[in-house]
């Protein structure tokens, strides 16, 4: 299951029912401070019962309690639900068969709190369910009871197994259609619950696992998150042997009634009446606990660590998720952090970002952020973005991303288009710095040895790293170049031999840019480390390594010469002579041979002609 949407009403600051989607992938929730931003993330927690946040009475919205309301609400909407699951015996069926879906076709999940206490109330599914009484309350009957409402309507015939109670349930639906169906508020501990086997219990082992990472955290070894982030891993694990856990309780259960029954049956003996009155049962659930820590070889817990250093530990923690093999876990898990940037140096506030946009891309994972710095809200895919502001009265708003959105969270958040901007006389917009050193030392290296006229700082021609294309920032410096009246195109690496889904989303950016009248320029190659000399690596390194055209290039060498990858064209590329670059971007054309990169940076020259 998937997270669609959170919805809030009469909790803290959100007095009104609010609803937040949620990116399949990366939701970057933006805002300045005390808006209503990290109310969000703490509301997921609270309803996924992470243990991350402890709900009160505080939790209230005070203008709510004085017109007399009695609780607050967190609702949450799933998507892409399981095709078929085992709600009792070990029959399939779904959630759509069994009427628990809403309008929209998803399962909405509805938390009660109690205003005066802060405890959770009730939980309830929200759910176009059946209006005609005896097919509403299918779900809670016994077997022996749908039975007889079977045989009521005629239809035992009609059950291949009656041994099972959903085929009963679908039977009896069948005879009684067509059915109608209203807008239900169905409590799972009264309308999912029949003979001990809560069916609410196998729908919740569905939902996704939720961490909450909060910019500030307690150094005491009762905080579970400054202890450790990798307290996940402990979740994920035991969700992951969820099966093999339960059918182990369930044989401890009858081993331990086995014991009762029989210390009864000898009481009996002796006191009938005292054996009579009392009935065997497990007051709760087994609690499954494991504490996981990491200490130094000084002795000192992670707990008790600079803050620097648990976010720092963090950060690799992502790292370490991004690169796992996503089918390992099944369910999904979603990952919420708040503020990513705090106590980090600049740079691994970018890392971080890159490791969280990996792993949101895999199957299965979400990432949720909430930040006000621009450098990392200027990351975040456009389709991803939440702008939390006020309205007139003081409360939060939740827009979602539209260019009049988009320019409002960019002035709010202080987004500013990179420094060189006033100066420019054309702009390109490329990803990031590897781009620049590429195109800067491309042109000049080339105007040295007069293969071209000028170079792009003589030409005014001033490249602009944008971050990715579905940025903040790479909007407001488009828009902003708009404005100026400057020149602008757009180079991108191609991503030739990457995955189908890289390759056609840069070519829908490419009609997207091209759409609007501009140039966007795409590597023939896949990458600008593509165009690299072996030789020359070879002769800096002793090491000689082999790539082609349409390979990962970028690891490759990186791996090969002990380099971060994204550190291999600042190595390299400035070693590059002119007789190399148009050696490595030669190209035929018919009987023609032509130079990528000469043509290149003609092509960004002719902006401003």
């Not at 992938?25 to 808006?35: E, S």
């Not at 009392?278 to 130094?296: A, V």
Request: hydrophobic residues 40%.
């Amino acid at each position: 299951m998937r997270l669609k949407s959170v919805s809030l009403t009469n909790f803290r600051g959100y007095r009104t029912t609010t609803s937040i989607p949620i990116d399949e992938a990366m939701t970057g929730i933006v805002g300045r401070n005390d808006y209503g931003k990290s109310t969000i993330l703490e509301a997921l927690a609270i309803f996924f019962d992470s243990g991350d946040v402890k709900v009160d009475k505080s939790d209230m919205n005070c203008f709510s309690l004085t017109e007399g309301a009695e609780q607050f609400e967190i609702a949450c909407e799933f998507d892409d639900l399981p095709g078929n699951l085992v709600l009792d015996e070990d029959a399939e069926t779904s959630l759509a068969q069994e009427y628990l879906l809403n309008v929209d076709g998803a399962l909405e999940i509805v938390k009660f709190f109690k205003a005066s206490t802060g405890k959770l109330e009730r939980t309830a599914i929200r759910c176009e369910h059946p209006a005609d009484k005896e097919l509403a309350g299918l779900l809670s009957l016994k077997m022996s009871d749908l039975k007889k409402l079977g045989e009521q309507r005629g239809i035992t015939e009609q059950v291949a197994d009656k041994r099972v109670a959903s085929q009963w349930r679908q039977a009896i639906r069948v005879a009684s259609q067509p059915i109608i169906c209203q807008d239900t508020l169905l409590d799972v501990s009264k309308g999912l619950s029949a003979e001990s086997k809560s069916i609410w219990d196998k729908i919740e082992a569905q939902l996704p696992t939720f961490a909450l990472f909060k910019a500030d955290r307690e150094s005491s070894d009762g905080d579970a998150e400054a202890k450790n982030p990798l307290q996940q891993a402990v979740r994920e694990a035991q969700a992951a042997l969820q099966d093999q856990i339960t059918a182990l309780e369930q044989k401890i259960e009858v081993s331990v009634l086995d014991v009762a029954t029989r210390t009864l049956d000898k009481l009996r003996e002796m006191a009938p009446e005292l054996a009579n009155e009392l009935t065997p049962r497990f007051k709760e659930k087994p609690k499954w606990s494991f504490s996981f820590t990491l200490d130094g070889e000084n002795g000192i817990p992670i707990n008790k660590r600079g803050s620097g250093v648990r976010r720092l530990i963090l950060l690799n923690f992502f790292r370490a998720e991004a690169e796992k093999a996503a089918e390992e876990s099944q369910r999904n898990v979603i990952y919420a952090i708040e503020e990513p940037e705090t106590s980090q140096h600049p740079n691994y506030q970018v890392m971080l970002m890159r490791a969280l946009l990996e792993l949101s891309n895999q199957p299965n994972r979400q990432i949720i952020i909430t930040t006000h710095v621009p450098a990392l809200a200027g990351l975040v895919p456009i389709n991803g973005v939440r702008y939390v502001t006020k309205g007139e009265n003081g409360e939060p708003i939740v827009k979602l991303p539209s260019d009049d959105v988009l320019k409002e969270a960019a002035e709010s958040l202080g987004v500013l288009p990179e420094t060189g901007m006033e100066r420019a006389k054309g702009v390109v917009l490329v990803e990031g710095k590897a781009d620049v050193i590429f195109l800067r030392h491309t042109a000049n290296t080339l105007r040295a040895s007069g293969h071209v006229g000028s170079s792009l700082e003589e030409a005014g021609i001033v490249p602009i790293l944008i971050g990715g294309c579905g940025s903040v920032k790479h909007w407001v410096t488009l828009n902003l170049a708009d404005d100026l009246g400057l020149p602008w195109c757009v180079f991108l690496d191609s991503d030739t031999g990457g995955s189908p889904e890289q390759v056609a989303s840069i070519a829908k950016r490419k009609q997207e840019v091209e759409a609007q009248g501009r140039s966007c320029y795409l590597t023939r190659k896949r990458e600008v480390e593509n165009y690299l000399c072996p030789d020359l690596i070879h002769s800096e390194t002793g090491v000689l390594v082999n790539f082609t055209d349409t390979c990962d290039a970028k690891k490759i060498i990186g791996q090969a010469v002990g380099v971060k990858a994204d550190d291999v064209i600042s190595k390299f590329w400035p070693l590059m002579t002119s007789d190399r670059i148009l050696h490595r971007s030669a190209y035929g054309e018919g009987d023609q041979r032509r130079s990528e990169l000469k043509e290149l940076i003609e092509n960004l020259l002719a902006l401003v002609l």
